[in-house]
């Protein structure tokens, strides 16, 4: 028996009416709260991020649609031991309040990496090296199911040749936390490669706190290897690094520049906001999770630059003094601490170019040397008095009363008085000339002096111009360099790009070495026209050219430029007005009077 219901239109209007009042009340999955655990490795980690930092990356970069939250009971740690942090997982994987999970250790991170399967999106944001984990990679994704992570894919294996380069070890010790140690088993085959690689001894030390990583380091150790010790606070890891340096041991940190600015020597990461940068983009992978995204499908390179920092204040405590080349493009940090630099505007360049030049006293004391010439000349123009007293005596026996007195006393004055000597006037005249010739000859070498100076002063800014924007190209290059890098890595691109921004890479590098040897042969060069023989270093400030050179941006000289038909009157005056005040003129018709006045006394003669 077959039975028919006939649905009545009022019915139908009542369905449908209650399935939209259902899906108005119900919110999309992109706008709902998405609840979060979060593992650390250990209470107290020195992470580098954490859950509050998680949250407050999420309100910036979500909209109003979506909330990310981790609920206290949401956030675990392992208690720095594996099966807790093990026990933990499980527990955040079965909670039915989370929706996504979170590890910010590295080794709850490595741990969920190789768990073959996962109840739900599972997100790994701190990883070491992925090559060395041995994490799942395939086409820049990590194409397991519910599994994704985030790494700048910076390898163990670059930076150990890179530090063995720079400082040449025999003897490395890797400080590495134990539970490292403990899930990262190939840490081990790795350090026996890379001894064949470099040639070197590499011991892996196990670091629980300071005292163990300054204890009983291996006998022979001239570098340390410094890898993420969570467990360190920073005052241990700035005591760590002091220690160190003390020691006279080069250091090299894994994690980046965080740990060079904290007195570590070395590193290869110089990503300042890290931190910032890695919570966002945890943030923005959650939030493609939510929205539908399987976190297979989720790229896993963050980029980051990969350049060499240095704490040269840490190189100075050592004896340690890296390479030009490593020099050219890499951040040094505290390079000016314990430098003295003394800034010098152009006006102090040209006070102290004229104020300690032997050729301007030389020439103004031959300018002195002509007036004196002058008025020794003029001398023979002038009345003269002669006066002269003489006194004889003989013994008595020769003595005759009536021609030789035995005491004669004589004195006499002779005055003269020149009507005309046309050789006298010629001499002073001639010597007039000379002297104004010798007096425009010193204010020549004294112009000549301050246009060097000002020249010098200019060039060395044009030349720290040029090595500012060779720099700037550098920096350009390089985050070209690294976006092909993560692209290779990630298998987004071929070596071919990589390798032709290496070659790019090189040559900007070449033309800061360049713009840096023209800066230094400028920086010579001023020196020796201002006789700098300070230790101190000149620093140019490059806002004093405003001060000297203020009257040629004045509203009052621009009226004269701003038309050529003023411009040319402009010009003309001040031609004239240099001809009329050059030295070199003044000093020629000097002299051209001089030897007129001479070849007319000869004439007469």
Same mark, same amino acid.
């Given at each position: 028996?077959?039975?028919?219901?006939?649905?009545?239109?009022?019915?139908?209007?009542?369905?449908?009416?209650?399935?939209?009042?259902?899906?108005?009340?119900?919110?999309?999955?992109?706008?709902?709260?998405?609840?979060?655990?979060?593992?650390?490795?250990?209470?107290?980690?020195?992470?580098?991020?954490?859950?509050?930092?998680?949250?407050?990356?999420?309100?910036?970069?979500?909209?109003?649609?979506?909330?990310?939250?981790?609920?206290?009971?949401?956030?675990?740690?392992?208690?720095?031991?594996? #099966?807790?942090?093990?026990?933990?997982?499980?527990?955040?994987?079965?909670? #039915?309040?989370?929706?996504?999970?979170?590890?910010?250790?590295?080794?709850?991170?490595?741990?969920?990496?190789?768990?073959?399967?996962?109840?739900?999106?599972?997100?790994?944001?701190?990883?070491?090296?992925?090559?060395?984990?041995?994490?799942?990679?395939?086409?820049?994704?990590?194409?397991?199911?519910?599994?994704?992570?985030?790494?700048?894919?910076?390898?163990?294996?670059?930076?150990?040749?890179?530090?063995?380069?720079?400082?040449?070890?025999?003897?490395?010790?890797?400080?590495?936390?134990?539970?490292?140690?403990?899930?990262?088993?190939?840490?081990?085959?790795?350090?026996?490669?890379?001894?064949?690689?470099?040639?070197?001894?590499?011991?892996?030390?196990?670091?629980?706190?300071?005292?163990?990583?300054?204890?009983?380091?291996?006998?022979?150790?001239?570098?340390?290897?410094?890898?993420?010790?969570?467990?360190?606070?920073?005052?241990?890891?700035?005591?760590?690094?002091?220690?160190?340096?003390?020691?006279?041991?080069?250091?090299?940190?894994?994690?980046?520049?965080?740990?060079?600015?904290?007195?570590?020597?070395?590193?290869?990461?110089?990503?300042?906001?890290?931190?910032?940068?890695?919570?966002?983009?945890?943030?923005?992978?959650?939030?493609?999770?939510?929205?539908?995204?399987?976190?297979?499908?989720?790229?896993?390179?963050?980029?980051?630059?990969?350049?060499?920092?240095? &704490?040269?204040?840490?190189?100075?405590?050592?004896?340690?003094?890296?390479?030009?080349?490593?020099?050219?493009?890499?951040?040094?940090?505290?390079?000016?601490?314990?430098?003295?630099?003394?800034?010098?505007?152009?006006?102090?360049?040209? =006070?102290?170019?004229?104020?300690? =030049?032997?050729?301007?006293?030389?020439?103004?004391?031959?300018?002195?040397?002509?007036?004196?010439?002058?008025?020794?000349?003029?001398?023979?123009?002038?009345?003269?008095?002669?006066?002269?007293?003489?006194?004889?005596?003989?013994?008595?026996?020769?003595? &005759?009363?009536?021609?030789?007195?035995?005491?004669?006393?004589?004195?006499?004055?002779?005055?003269?008085?020149?009507?005309?000597?046309?050789?006298?006037?010629?001499?002073?005249?001639?010597?007039?000339?000379?002297?104004?010739?010798?007096?425009?000859?010193?204010?020549?070498?004294?112009?000549?002096?301050?246009?060097?100076?000002?020249?010098?002063?200019?060039?060395?800014?044009?030349?720290?111009?040029?090595?500012?924007?060779?720099?700037?190209?550098?920096? =350009?290059?390089?985050?070209?360099?690294?976006?092909?890098?993560?692209?290779?890595?990630?298998?987004?691109?071929?070596?071919?790009?990589?390798?032709?921004?290496?070659?790019?890479?090189?040559?900007?590098?070449?033309?800061?070495?360049?713009?840096?040897?023209?800066?230094?042969?400028?920086?010579?060069?001023?020196?020796?026209?201002?006789?700098?023989?300070? #230790?101190?270093?000149?620093?140019?400030?490059?806002?004093?050219?405003?001060?000297?050179?203020?009257?040629?941006?004045?509203?009052?000289?621009?009226?004269?430029?701003?038309?050529?038909?003023?411009?040319?009157?402009?010009?003309?005056?001040?031609?004239?007005?240099?001809?009329?005040?050059?030295?070199?003129?003044?000093?020629?018709?000097?002299?051209?009077?001089?030897?007129?006045?001479?070849?007319?006394?000869?004439?007469?003669?």
């Amino acid at each position: 028996m077959a039975c028919m219901f006939r649905a009545s239109p009022w019915g139908s209007i009542a369905w449908t009416l209650g399935f939209t009042l259902l899906l108005s009340i119900t919110p999309p999955l992109s706008a709902r709260e998405v609840r979060v655990g979060v593992l650390i490795d250990g209470p107290s980690a020195r992470e580098g991020i954490d859950a509050n930092a998680l949250e407050h990356a999420a309100a910036a970069v979500y909209g109003d649609g979506l909330t990310l939250t981790v609920a206290p009971q949401s956030r675990l740690n392992g208690n720095w031991s594996a #099966p807790a942090l093990n026990a933990a997982l499980d527990r955040l994987e079965a909670d #039915p309040q989370v929706d996504v999970v979170v590890t910010l250790g590295f080794a709850a991170s490595h741990l969920v990496a190789h768990r073959p399967r996962l109840a739900k999106p599972t997100i790994a944001a701190s990883v070491m090296d992925p090559v060395l984990q041995t994490f799942p990679l395939n086409g820049g994704t990590s194409g397991r199911h519910n599994f994704t992570y985030v790494t700048t894919f910076n390898r163990v294996d670059d930076q150990v040749g890179t530090f063995h380069r720079i400082s040449g070890f025999s003897h490395l010790a890797v400080l590495a936390d134990p539970l490292a140690l403990q899930v990262v088993e190939a840490m081990q085959n790795k350090a026996t490669e890379l001894q064949a690689v470099t040639g070197a001894a590499i011991v892996l030390h196990s670091t629980h706190d300071l005292t163990d990583a300054l204890a009983n380091l291996p006998p022979g150790t001239d570098a340390v290897y410094v890898t993420p010790l969570t467990r360190l606070s920073s005052d241990d890891l700035h005591a760590l690094a002091d220690q160190l340096a003390q020691r006279k041991l080069p250091s090299f940190s894994l994690l980046g520049r965080s740990e060079v600015a904290q007195g570590i020597l070395l590193a290869t990461s110089s990503d300042t906001e890290r931190t910032q940068r890695l919570a966002r983009r945890v943030a923005l992978d959650i939030q493609r999770i939510v929205e539908g995204d399987d976190a297979s499908s989720i790229e896993v390179s963050l980029p980051s630059e990969e350049r060499l920092v240095v &704490n040269m204040h840490t190189a100075r405590l050592i004896g340690f003094s890296p390479h030009w080349d490593d020099l050219t493009d890499a951040v040094q940090l505290a390079s000016e601490e314990g430098q003295g630099q003394r800034p010098i505007s152009l006006l102090q360049a040209l =006070n102290a170019a004229i104020g300690k =030049n032997p050729t301007l006293y030389a020439a103004q004391l031959g300018a002195d040397v002509a007036a004196d010439q002058t008025r020794i000349a003029r001398s023979a123009l002038l009345p003269s008095l002669a006066a002269d007293v003489s006194h004889t005596q003989i013994d008595a026996g020769h003595a &005759n009363p009536l021609l030789l007195a035995q005491r004669t006393t004589e004195a006499g004055a002779t005055a003269q008085m020149p009507i005309y000597s046309d050789s006298a006037w010629a001499g002073w005249s001639v010597a007039r000339q000379l002297s104004t010739a010798a007096t425009e000859q010193a204010r020549q070498e004294l112009l000549d002096t301050l246009q060097q100076t000002a020249t010098a002063y200019f060039g060395l800014l044009r030349a720290k111009s040029v090595t500012g924007v060779r720099r700037q190209n550098v920096e =350009n290059t390089r985050q070209n360099l690294e976006t092909a890098r993560a692209r290779e890595a990630v298998g987004l691109s071929t070596r071919s790009d990589y390798l032709r921004w290496v070659a790019q890479m090189a040559s900007a590098r070449q033309d800061v070495l360049a713009a840096e040897a023209n800066d230094r042969q400028a920086t010579v060069q001023l020196s020796q026209l201002i006789h700098d023989d300070s #230790p101190q270093s000149l620093v140019i400030v490059e806002a004093g050219i405003d001060e000297p050179l203020k009257w040629i941006a004045s509203s009052r000289t621009q009226r004269y430029l701003d038309t050529p038909a003023k411009w040319t009157v402009f010009r003309d005056f001040i031609l004239g007005q240099a001809h009329e005040s050059s030295p070199e003129v003044k000093r020629v018709d000097a002299l051209l009077a001089g030897q007129q006045r001479e070849v007319t006394s000869a004439r007469r003669a």
